[in-house]
């Protein structure tokens, strides 16, 4: 145990020096992402011998700011959040006859005038070891319908010379592919690393091209032997494209597996508090997102983050099928 203390100590301390900047990046901005697997590594498909469904709703920076359109036949103009909005399910589950598990990720992200309607196919083969511990390799077909409305902008004078090579509302389809790994061993360790936009495919009316980009991720669950009921498990997230990096560092405190409460600092960014229940095979959890860069300034009132997920499994004894809940953090 104090061997596992030390590394980590030295994983976390090390994120913390890394990075010094952070940027926008295209895959999804989660505060809950230890719930969340699936949406960046597709390996997690088929992970947890269940058949486990999540729903997520995330609207950030809220009244961060407003996008103005104009209407060039009456002259009206109207106004448009501009603070992101990701809505998002998330479903998988283990075939014993195909030997791993299929997963299914859609979302939409709308982001002022840009629009993002996602789908994440997948298939990730799973191996179980001798002591516990289970390997996930998994692959997804990416499908993105982006559409970009730029035809009622309010432009300044000199235009945008960009937005002047689009059509007013520029449409694509685009097509490409993520690849993963995934290790954890059950009430210890877990990690994994997997690329996303492997193709870089491009579109052409709204000249949106996928970044190919990378994730690690990992973390470690202690036990307190004279508090058996609790929990702790610290993990970290890192995105990055190599020009860009993003780290997110969090804990979360279990208890009596019922309740759970924790914080996720997004360095250079901002502070997440996160807490959380369990009833059954149901999931509820909400985080708060208090921004600590520039974009605290004016009336950016921070991000909400709620994650809604049921998971079951079913299994044949003496005849009779039974139902038993098996997805614990």
């Not at 020009?243 to 996720?264: H, L, S, Y």
Request: aromatic letters at 14%; charged letters at 15%.
């Amino acid at each position: 145990m104090v061997k596992n203390n030390k590394c980590l100590i030295v994983i976390i301390a090390f994120l913390c020096f890394w990075v010094n900047t952070i940027n926008a990046q295209q895959q999804k901005q989660l505060t809950q992402n230890t719930f969340n697997i699936l949406s960046y590594n597709p390996a997690f498909a088929g992970h947890v011998e269940a058949i486990n469904v999540s729903a997520t709703l995330r609207s950030q920076w809220t009244g961060f700011g407003k996008i103005t359109e104009k209407d060039e036949t009456t002259g009206a103009t109207t106004s448009t959040s501009a603070s992101p909005t990701l809505y998002m399910l998330n479903g998988d589950m283990y075939i014993r006859a195909i030997r791993g598990g299929i997963g299914l990720t859609i979302s939409n992200d709308q982001i002022g005038l840009y629009n993002n309607i996602n789908v994440n196919l997948g298939y990730a083969y799973q191996h179980e070891f001798a002591g516990g511990g289970k390997l996930g390799i998994g692959a997804q077909v990416k499908f993105d319908n982006i559409v970009l409305d730029t035809g009622g902008l309010v432009l300044g004078e000199e235009g945008d010379p960009l937005i002047g090579q689009m059509t007013s509302t520029g449409n694509d389809f685009i097509v490409d592919c993520n690849f993963g790994i995934y290790y954890s061993k059950p009430n210890s360790f877990f990690g994994g690393i997997s690329a996303i936009n492997l193709i870089e495919s491009q579109g052409y009316n709204t000249l949106f091209k996928e970044k190919r980009s990378f994730n690690v991720h990992g973390g470690y669950t202690f036990r307190f032997p004279a508090s058996p009921k609790f929990k702790i498990t610290p993990s970290a997230l890192i995105k990055t494209d190599f020009a860009t990096f993003q780290v997110d560092i969090n804990a979360i405190m279990t208890m009596e597996n019922k309740f759970w409460f924790g914080v996720n600092y997004r360095i250079s960014d901002g502070l997440g508090l996160i807490a959380g229940l369990m009833w059954k095979d149901f999931r509820l959890g909400y985080s708060y997102d208090i921004p600590m860069s520039k974009l605290a300034l004016g009336n950016n009132w921070g991000s909400h983050e709620v994650v809604f997920s049921y998971s079951f499994k079913f299994e044949r004894e003496k005849g009779r099928l039974t139902q038993k809940n098996t997805r614990y953090l």
